[in-house]
């Protein structure tokens, strides 16, 4: 019976909160004569907004607009191309929106949401894509990889002890792809490419034995907890 007590504390506290909150959003909407959805987008564009939009939408008691994003998210894992304008009229329609600045953030956002649930869905695809050896576009890549590392004074070699210098547990590097496939070089190359002088910068501190870390492992876990 003491045990309980904390519990039931808890929850009361919980559910004050939750009806204080949507007390709050029913005096804003008396107020403002808009609804949440409507109030966030009039406010104009801003990443805050898009933000709070998405959990609005989420929290919708419409089942039409709790699951937009879900439904943007599967048709992105078939590789559909999927349509943004189609979701702003359903929300339109059911919120009641008629004012144009209102319209035009929401499609703003809609347009946002749908490219990056592409995006999503691009690096779950590479993560299962396995590195074949024999694919000459999956070689490319680590060729690239190796020029961006080491310059082109060195020979490409697929196995070699100096992959082991950026990181890699072993003389082959694709024994690391494993967990995250094709997304792994992918990432990789571009912190290599894009950022090359922090990029070099890193990979020699880390072998200098003041910080010991494998640069390349790091990035393969964050690559890996960016993506969960």
């Known amino acids: 019976m003491l045990l309980d007590k904390p519990r039931t504390r808890s929850f009361n506290f919980r559910w004050w909160i939750l009806f204080a909150w949507k007390a709050w959003k029913v005096v804003l909407h008396i107020l403002y004569r808009k609804s949440e959805v409507e109030r966030i987008c009039a406010a104009g564009n801003s990443p805050a907004g898009a933000v709070a939009l998405s959990k609005s939408l989420s929290h ?24 943004s304008d189609a979701y702003v009229g359903q929300v339109c329609q059911i919120k009641s929106i008629s004012d144009a600045k209102a319209k035009s953030t929401l499609a703003s956002y809609m347009l946002l949401y749908c490219r990056v649930e592409g995006v999503c869905a691009w690096a779950q695809r590479l993560s299962k894509a396995k ?45 690391d792809f494993r967990g995250m496939g094709l997304l792994v070089p992918i990432a990789l190359q571009y912190i290599a490419e894009k950022h090359n002088e922090q990029y070099l910068r890193v990979t020699k501190a880390a072998l200098s034995g003041t910080y010991e870390y494998p640069f390349a492992v790091v990035c393969i876990d964050m690559t890996q907890l960016a993506v969960s």
């Open 60 to 83: 919708s008691k419409h089942a039409e607009l709790s699951t937009i994003r879900d439904r943007m998210r599967e048709v992105a894992m078939k590789g559909k191309e999927d349509r």
């Open 131 to 175: 590195y074949d050896k024999n694919n000459k576009e999956h070689v490319q890549l680590l060729r690239e990889l190796w020029l961006s590392s080491f310059g082109s004074d060195l020979e490409f070699e697929p196995v070699s002890t100096r992959w082991q210098h950026l990181g890699f547990q072993q003389k082959d590097p694709t024994t």
